[in-house]
């Protein structure tokens, strides 16, 4: 079966290890070209050695080319304001764009939560790497029990940060508490991002606290460790770093929140902990590896979705 042609626009940290993903792990999607604007970046170095066609033009410079004809699906990689432009070329030209910057102007898309529902959609948003890895258990926890309230907090390795995710830092924070909302079901959510310059370098950490009426904790606890399951299929350094914790809190001693009130009913706590594949960076940056296996298993099922449809 002839695989699906994509293109990479950013030759960052982000674009490199998912050009990396798909030539080794894929077997629906190949990888066309890969798109940057800098002639110099190791992403298109690394690219040229690969025998993957590139351009240093931008996504201008890829419509040149002859083989964009045939390509499908675009990945970009780059920043919220370039993407403005490139999903306008994206839609002049019938590609579906699925979008790793914070620019949302398609559908908040994770893959283990709602990207069945968007089969057609032109333009769809990977949220975050933080998104990719907290929003899922949200979604786990309000299938069990309406979560009012969710918040989430990100530590990644500064190392493990490139230039185009430190300029985008504000919108990517803006972005997952907008997915917390509407894609795992809170009522309200909040994102705290940080970039975190131990060394040696510490794996991604990612810690989810929500509020949602009373449960059965055996359900809840089982409906986190499904969906964690479901993740680990296309990424395996997904895990639970310790046991999932609750706390009943009764209406003699109800949380008093900013900006929400008061609330009685269960806090759920869920630590999680992503180790890198390498493929790229070294093993400690799990945020890569969440984004670019997330964003790579949405265009493989995208594939899967239409052909049979």
């Known amino acids: 079966m002839a695989k699906t042609k994509v293109a990479i626009i950013g030759s960052g940290n982000i674009g490199t290890d998912l050009m990396i993903k798909i030539m080794r792990n894929s077997k629906i999607l190949e990888i066309a070209a890969l798109v940057g604007?800098?002639?110099?970046?190791?992403?298109?170095?690394?690219?040229?050695?690969?025998?993957?066609?590139?351009?240093?033009?931008?996504?201008?410079?890829?419509?040149k080319m002859d083989v964009f004809k045939e390509i499908e699906f675009l990945f970009d990689a780059t920043?919220?304001?370039?993407?403005?432009?490139?999903?306008?070329?994206?839609?002049?030209?019938?590609?579906?764009?699925?979008?790793?910057?914070?620019?949302?102007?398609?559908?908040?898309?994770?893959?283990v939560v709602n990207l069945d529902k968007l089969r057609d959609a032109p333009n769809i948003n990977m949220v975050s790497c933080g998104g990719q890895a907290t929003i899922p258990m949200v979604?786990?926890?309000?299938?069990?029990?309406?979560?009012?309230?969710?918040?989430?907090?990100?530590?990644i390795s500064s190392k493990s940060a490139g230039p185009g995710t430190r300029a985008n830092i504000d919108e990517f924070t803006e972005t997952t508490a907008k997915g917390?909302?509407?894609?795992?079901?809170?009522?309200?959510?909040?994102?705290?991002?940080?970039l975190n310059p131990a060394d040696p370098p510490v794996m991604m950490r990612n810690t989810v606290y929500t509020l949602s009426d009373d449960a059965d904790q055996d359900k809840v606890r089982e409906s986190i460790a499904r969906q964690v399951a479901d993740i680990q299929s296309y990424v395996p350094g997904y895990r639970l770093k310790q046991e999932v914790q609750f706390e009943r809190i009764g209406d003699n001693t109800p949380l008093k929140i900013p900006g929400f009130g008061e609330f009685v009913g269960l806090k759920t706590s869920v630590f999680i902990?992503?180790?890198?594949?390498?493929?790229?960076?070294?093993?400690?940056?799990?945020?890569?590896?969440?984004?670019t296996s997330a964003a790579l298993a949405t265009a493989e099922r995208l594939v899967e979705l239409r052909k049979a449809a």
């Open 37 to 63: 604007i800098d002639p110099d970046s190791d992403g298109l170095a690394r690219a040229k050695k690969l025998g993957v066609a590139t351009t240093h033009e931008g996504i201008d410079g890829l419509v």
């Open 79 to 111: 920043s919220a304001g370039a993407h403005k432009y490139h999903d306008k070329i994206a839609q002049e030209y019938g590609k579906t764009m699925i979008d790793m910057t914070p620019a949302a102007i398609g559908p908040y898309v994770v893959p």
């Open 139 to 155: 979604a786990a926890i309000d299938r069990v029990a309406k979560v009012h309230y969710a918040e989430i907090v990100a530590s």
């Open 180 to 194: 917390l909302e509407d894609v795992g079901g809170a009522t309200r959510g909040k994102a705290i991002i940080v």
């Open 273 to 291: 902990e992503v180790e890198g594949a390498a493929h790229y960076l070294p093993n400690y940056a799990g945020n890569l590896d969440i984004m």
